[in-house]
């Protein structure tokens, strides 16, 4: 922290995050961070020190907290594991003015904005589309025939053709999209987020001086709302839709390949969830609990802060692990343990507070459509290898490599 020199941080402190060994488990180091109460102290990939938060309470009551900031101005805002592609990114077009990354009162103002496009109503209407999306991929995957690999073939493509519906992203340019979403998870490579940062640009242009010309959609609602009336301008948007790509394909693509690891690994629950469609619903909520795939909510306090025990210095850069926070076992009963059957839906895997997910209605629609789909249409889905030997994804967002199946 801020009298805490890095040097110091490197001997005392724990690594942090901790990877994962089991998709729906939470890493066994983090037993000895809760050791220190749910505020620790860690130290990142560069030895930086910093303020962890693992336990339910304190986890709400950071990202509720009006004394922190998500601003990329300060020093200390730090994401949990490199990731140079963003870099990148933001040379091109600075991040500062992104939802994820501004504070009231100019947050507030843009999420209003957005929001009404996002309320459940309003999802509610894209579920026809979404199913179209899926019985598609479901239409090849059978088509081509058993053995399958529901990453590339599943996984990715669902959200990323979502995405293209919900922007207006012409048919003939689905390919290129999706193409271009899929190298944009290597952490490295920030040539395919510059490619669609370009692309995104010119689609907007193109359908703010020829509108009609592409297929209808958010970019065009906006354009002629909030663009039209002077209170966003076209930078804005290009940058909005860039952050549904970022917070909307690699979340959902990742959850959906590990939703469908978990529940072929808990068969029991599985069979359950196939003989009662009323299930679905806790189901998806049991799975983002479980699985929260997010590695870490960066935050900065901009005053001192009090909690749990622990003084939280101005300055100090601040990690909220959402895997640790829904697994508080004072909060969930047996919480290691997956149970589409639980009660207790609190968890914090959209985050909590001003930036909670703005998309997570979108979400919990692909995984409830595209779940229910899968197990219907190929009821004698299995892994086509052992558990074991399925790799898990680390970094930002906890995912897989492959996930191969036959029936």
Same mark, same amino acid.
């Given at each position: 922290?801020?009298?805490?020199?890095?040097?110091?941080?490197?001997?005392?402190?724990?690594?942090?995050?901790?990877?994962?060994?089991?998709?729906?488990?939470?890493?066994?180091?983090?037993?000895?961070?809760?050791?220190?109460?749910?505020?620790?102290?860690?130290?990142?990939?560069?030895?930086?020190?910093?303020?962890?938060?693992?336990?339910?309470?304190?986890?709400?009551?950071?990202?509720?907290?009006?004394?922190?900031?998500?601003?990329?101005?300060?020093?200390?805002?730090?994401?949990?594991?490199?990731?140079?592609?963003?870099?990148?990114?933001?040379?091109?077009?600075?991040?500062?003015?992104?939802?994820?990354?501004?504070?009231?009162?100019?947050?507030?103002?843009?999420?209003?904005?957005?929001?009404?496009?996002?309320?459940?109503?309003?999802?509610?209407?894209?579920?026809?589309?979404?199913?179209?999306?899926?019985?598609?991929?479901?239409?090849?995957?059978?088509?081509?025939?058993?053995?399958?690999?529901?990453?590339?073939?599943?996984?990715?493509?669902?959200?990323?053709?979502?995405?293209?519906?919900?922007?207006?992203?012409?048919?003939?340019?689905?390919?290129?999209?999706?193409?271009?979403?899929?190298?944009?998870?290597?952490?490295?490579?920030?040539?395919?987020?510059?490619?669609?940062?370009?692309?995104?640009?010119?689609?907007?242009?193109?359908?703010?001086?020829?509108?009609?010309?592409?297929?209808?959609?958010?970019?065009?609602?906006?354009?002629?709302?909030?663009?039209?009336?002077?209170?966003?301008?076209?930078?804005?948007?290009?940058?909005?839709?860039?952050?549904?790509?970022?917070?909307?394909?690699?979340?959902?693509?990742?959850?959906?390949?590990?939703?469908?690891?978990?529940?072929?690994?808990?068969?029991?629950?599985?069979?359950?969830?196939?003989?009662?469609?009323? /299930?679905?619903?806790?189901?998806? #909520?049991?799975? +983002? @609990? !479980? *699985?929260?795939?997010?590695?870490?909510?960066? %935050?900065? &306090?901009?005053?001192?802060?009090?909690?749990?025990?622990?003084?939280?210095?101005?300055?100090?850069?601040?990690?909220?692990?959402?895997?640790?926070?829904?697994?508080?076992?004072?909060?969930?009963?047996?919480?290691?343990?997956?149970?589409?059957?639980?009660?207790?839906?609190?968890?914090?895997?959209?985050?909590?507070?001003?930036?909670?997910?703005?998309?997570?209605? /979108?979400?919990?629609?692909?995984? #409830?459509?595209? +779940? @229910? !789909? *899968?197990?219907?249409?190929?009821?004698?889905? %299995?892994? &086509?290898?052992?558990?074991?030997?399925?790799?898990?994804?680390?970094?930002?967002?906890?995912?897989?490599?492959?996930?191969?199946?036959?029936?």
């Amino acid at each position: 922290m801020t009298d805490i020199t890095v040097a110091d941080a490197r001997q005392e402190r724990p690594d942090y995050p901790i990877d994962r060994t089991c998709p729906h488990r939470l890493p066994d180091g983090y037993a000895a961070l809760r050791a220190q109460g749910p505020v620790c102290e860690v130290k990142l990939y560069d030895g930086r020190p910093m303020w962890a938060i693992v336990g339910h309470a304190a986890a709400r009551a950071i990202l509720s907290d009006p004394r922190t900031s998500s601003s990329r101005s300060h020093e200390n805002l730090m994401f949990p594991v490199p990731f140079p592609a963003l870099g990148a990114l933001n040379e091109a077009r600075p991040l500062d003015t992104a939802l994820l990354a501004t504070d009231p009162p100019h947050h507030s103002a843009r999420r209003r904005l957005f929001a009404p496009w996002f309320t459940v109503r309003r999802i509610a209407t894209l579920r026809e589309a979404v199913q179209t999306v899926v019985d598609d991929r479901l239409d090849t995957i059978l088509a081509q025939g058993p053995p399958a690999e529901l990453v590339s073939d599943f996984a990715l493509p669902i959200p990323s053709m979502v995405i293209c519906q919900l922007l207006g992203v012409p048919y003939e340019d689905h390919e290129f999209f999706e193409e271009q979403t899929r190298r944009r998870l290597d952490p490295v490579n920030g040539d395919a987020m510059l490619l669609l940062n370009g692309y995104l640009d010119r689609l907007v242009e193109t359908k703010a001086t020829r509108p009609g010309t592409t297929p209808r959609g958010l970019l065009d609602d906006l354009l002629e709302t909030h663009v039209k009336d002077g209170n966003l301008d076209r930078f804005g948007l290009v940058m909005f839709a860039q952050e549904l790509l970022i917070g909307g394909h690699d979340t959902t693509a990742n959850m959906l390949s590990l939703s469908v690891l978990t529940l072929l690994q808990h068969p029991e629950q599985l069979a359950a969830l196939k003989a009662d469609d009323s /299930l679905m619903a806790g189901a998806v #909520e049991e799975l +983002l @609990r !479980s *699985l929260s795939i997010v590695a870490s909510l960066s %935050r900065v &306090a901009t005053e001192d802060i009090e909690l749990a025990g622990r003084t939280i210095r101005a300055g100090d850069g601040i990690l909220i692990s959402p895997m640790a926070a829904s697994h508080d076992e004072s909060v969930f009963e047996d919480a290691e343990e997956f149970d589409i059957h639980r009660t207790n839906l609190h968890h914090v895997a959209f985050g909590y507070g001003r930036h909670q997910c703005i998309g997570q209605n /979108l979400a919990r629609l692909e995984m #409830e459509v595209a +779940l @229910r !789909s *899968l197990f219907a249409r190929i009821p004698a889905l %299995r892994l &086509a290898v052992p558990a074991e030997q399925i790799v898990i994804r680390q970094g930002m967002l906890a995912g897989l490599v492959a996930l191969p199946v036959e029936w």
